[in-house]
């Protein structure tokens, strides 16, 4: 079976951290970006951090360059989202997409050959 699956979300208080994964099945990462979105209640959606798998080169929105650190284990065919200093307002449900976008045109990407289905995260203060 094709599919994108997320995990490990979860709650955790202001100041700590939380790895995702994004695990691939069915299909491999070659020459695909990979991104990392969220959206939260009432707000769009927003491009967090993208990777490419041919070059490994990685972007972040503004709003978490520094805190947050994607990768990439081709071997395991999953990509990863550290994410430290963990504040509130990251509080949002996490989802993976993958496609033939580069790196960076990913993160503005409205459709997407593959999308995982979501892992919640919640930051308490």
């Known amino acids: 079976e094709v599919q994108l699956v997320e995990s490990g979300g979860g709650l955790v208080q202001a100041g700590g951290s939380l790895r995702l994964s994004c695990a691939a099945s069915?299909?491999?990462?070659?020459?695909?970006?990979i991104a990392w979105f969220r959206q939260a209640p009432g707000k769009e959606r927003e491009g967090v951090s993208s990777i490419s798998a041919t070059d490994e080169g990685t972007y972040y929105a503004d709003s978490v360059k520094g805190r947050f650190t994607i990768s990439i284990n081709n071997a395991k065919n999953t990509v990863y989202l550290q994410m430290n200093s963990l504040k509130a307002e990251d509080t949002a449900v996490y989802y993976c997409?993958?496609?033939?976008?580069?790196?960076?045109?990913?993160?503005?990407?409205?459709?997407?050959?593959?999308r995982g289905q979501g892992t919640q995260v919640t930051v308490s203060e």
């Open positions: 997409a993958a496609d033939r976008y580069t790196g960076w045109d990913i993160l503005y990407g409205t459709q997407f050959e593959y």
């Open positions: 069915g299909f491999t990462f070659n020459d695909l970006a």
